[in-house]
DNA sequence: TTGAAAGCGGTACCAC
DNA sequence: GTGGTACCGCTTTCAA
């Protein structure tokens, strides 16, 4: 609009009146503070007409407050993360708050650098999917009085809000929903890692085996994968060296990806040969000839409560009080699973 | 780590120097100031053993620089540009920059908001794929001297930086390839949109279809559709009004992902009854059944030339030159289109 | 009711 | 080789 930037001096010097008064008109203390109506009027109307905007910057270097929430995931191109990015930021705009996203590929030490430079950026919350080896950090944020709040997994040994879903309720129905369905030899496809969520998921799955007298056939894909093929072809051998396996059940959508993937190569038939079913939904599997059943995480409902929790952190006095939320997910069936018998 | 903040003033006390001295050392001038070995070693262990971070606000309130590029978007989201996204954020890192990630929902108030915001934060340059009607902000942008590359699509009355790809051939020879497939009756399917790479997109088919004596057959859906099965009806009546249609061309793929939704329903067999090729591919696209032939974006490349392109500017002392980037796609020829003559 | 001035935590110019 | 100190632009006492 303008040409160079403007500060609070231009429009002191320019209107022959204290930075100060102007300071408390834009911040809204004018009521507060008796400044008279016409001086306020004054103000108000040159602030309009250059177009005038507060530098950030020296605010929050001044107050210690940015309005900025920090939104730390995994990976910001997975679509369940980037989802709720999405929703979160619309929520916090509303709120005055600004998202700043960024993806941690699950590397702690990336994680902690991260974490330092934004709070040398004053920002004032967190939101995180931890990372193994994030505790000690996490806790000095919190030690810090930080607003953090955990999702999608958490740290049961520190004391931290989080929001997450019921990973081994889910699928201890799903698995059970395949038994349902005739299925007696069923593989649990996952990732090798300690998380708190994929721990959840592959101990569903084990305990409901178990209940039915069922052996678990558990698969754990090496957390890096080169190639998407890789994991492909394991699974292949994976399959072929078992007996007869009457379905696969992913713990993640991605790893449903690969898999299916790879069925695609052995020509297996799906559901009559194999059923399929996946944690955490994805659009694509309504699309997926035939349709892949999964496990969808309630998506708005995260979003909402991570914001709720984090705001009110941030408004909250000393609310110590730790926030733990944990929210259902529904079984979405399709053409993947079917009942046999 | 550590309990409290520490200040460069902290040190300088602990220390029993000057801040000055300090500040040479940390940001690596010491040598050029001949600061001791002594009081460099000194200083750099005691800056090591507290964990000491400068503040990132101060610095960049004083030096006006923030280290920080804004990578603005239509919609995080959207796979094509979250994958972007995230090979940018690694060439950024290497840099010495932070990318902070934002979507303007194709809504120019948004994202005007969001450029003053980001300005008043001292943030050094700007990513952009423009919404409609951003042209003045740009050209601010550009006046105040702030680094800024285009892409995606571009603003043809602003001399500004830009990295897109070849729309217009591309898409002439998607359909060129189409029609060499024995297609004659080709529905080009499209947003009713005026960005530049929409209309480059429409304007290869309509191209292809005239060289060779063929009618244009074009769907453009509404820009704002409120559920996605919307469109896919829409398509159907489309296809249904009108006398049997060979091929259909997506303009975008989340556009072929609702159509695809609509074949599945009306059991259209492709490629038999329908052939079917979208613009920018998707990963989804190979395991769809049948796959789906697309015209696949060089996405490294696109990161690339925009990291090269800002840190140019970013770097560059007075360097004017406005670069322009076209990249080529590649045509991945997949099941669902084959020929047939 | 308004204004002066002291910071916030650094950087950079200029002395010593 | 080091140190003093005036800023950067704003918020926030405290005085007037």
New interface residues.
């Given amino acids: ?1 303008t ?2 930037k403007i500060s609070i001096k231009d429009i002191a010097k320019e209107l022959g009146i204290s930075i100060t008064t102007i300071s408390f008109i834009i911040n809204g203390k004018a009521k507060e503070k008796r400044i008279s109506e016409t001086m306020i009027k004054t103000v108000e109307d040159y602030v309009a007409k250059v177009g005038y ?6 605010q ?2 001044r107050s210690g407050k ?1 309005k900025v929430i920090v939104f730390m995931v995994e ?3 997975n ?1 369940f993360f ?2 709720i ?2 929703l979160i ?1 619309e929520r916090a705009y509303k709120s005055g708050y ?6 941690t590929e699950n590397d702690a030490d990336k994680a902690i650098e991260l974490i ?2 934004f ?4 920002v004032d919350g967190f939101i995180i999917t931890p990372t193994l080896g994030l505790e ?1 950090e996490i806790k ?1 944020l919190l ?2 009085n930080f607003a953090v709040i955990l999702f999608d997994r958490w740290i049961p040994s520190v004391e931290c809000s989080h929001v997450i879903v019921e990973n081994e309720k889910s699928c201890y129905e799903g698995t059970e929903y395949l038994i349902q369905n005739g299925c007696k030899r069923i593989v649990f496809v996952t990732l090798e890692s300690e998380q708190t969520q994929m721990q959840d998921r592959l101990s569903g799955y084990k305990s409901a085996m178990k209940k039915h007298g069922l052996e678990s056939l558990v698969f754990e894909e090496p957390f890096h994968t080169s190639s998407p093929d890789f994991m492909g072809d394991q699974i292949i051998d994976f399959l072929k060296s078992h007996e007869k396996v009457d379905a696969v059940f992913f713990a993640t959508n991605y790893l449903a ?1 690969e898999g ?2 790879a069925f ?1 190569k052995m020509e297996v038939l799906i559901p009559e040969d194999l059923q399929v079913l996946s944690f955490d939904d994805h ?2 599997f ?4 035939p349709s892949i059943s999964a496990i969808a995480q309630p998506i708005e409902q995260i979003a909402e409560s991570l914001m709720n929790g984090i705001l009110h952190q941030l408004n909250g006095v000393e609310s110590t009080e730790v926030m733990k939320i944990e929210l259902s997910n529904k079984l979405v069936k399709r053409g993947s699973t079917f009942r046999t018998v």
């Fill in positions: 609009m040409k160079k905007r507060p530098n950030y910057l020296a929050s270097l940015s990976d910001i191109s679509s980037s989802n990015a999405r930021e600004k998202i700043i996203y960024c993806s330092q430079t709070k040398n950026r004053n000690g000095t030690s810090e990806f299916l993937h695609r659009f694509f309504g699309l997926h000839q």
